[in-house]
Each structure stands twice: as structure tokens, then as C-alpha cells.
């Protein structure tokens, strides 16, 4: 998966969530192909994409951890 960020400030980075309003609480928009990512990437002066690794689930976190016993 892929991500787009983008700097707002010098040395402030977020990422892209394809909404006109947004936060750092909003999810980043996520696009299956790194073709994609880069023509929205085109959208932002400062515009780059990054392999995106999704956080895992609650239940994700409670199995790791039952497989860690």
C-alpha cells in the first residue's frame, strides 16, 4: 500500500487524506498502486509517496499477543 505526505511547514509532514479539511487525526488516503499515489502526489508542490503500513486492529494486537504465549 502506498501513502501520500506532503510538508506543510519546513520539517512538518502529514499526510495526504483527500479531503479539503482536514487534521492529524484524519486517516491517510491509501492507494493499492504506486501509480495512483503519484498522480495524487502531483497534486501538492511538496508531494511524495511512501509504502504505507496500515496500524494494526484491537483484535490484530490481541492475537499477536496470544501467539506470543
Do not use: C, H
Request: a negative charge; zero cysteines; charged letters at 30%.
Amino acid at each position: 500500500m502506498w501513502a501520500v505526505m506532503f510538508e506543510v511547514e519546513e520539517g512538518e509532514l502529514m499526510y495526504d487524506t483527500g479531503k479539503p479539511m482536514f487534521n492529524l487525526n484524519d486517516d491517510p488516503l491509501v492507494f493499492y498502486n504506486k501509480e495512483n499515489a503519484i498522480a495524487q502526489a502531483k497534486l501538492w508542490n511538496t508531494g511524495f509517496v511512501v509504502p504505507y503500513i496500515r496500524p494494526m486492529s484491537d483484535e490484530e494486537r490481541q492475537q499477536s499477543k496470544v501467539r506470543g504465549k
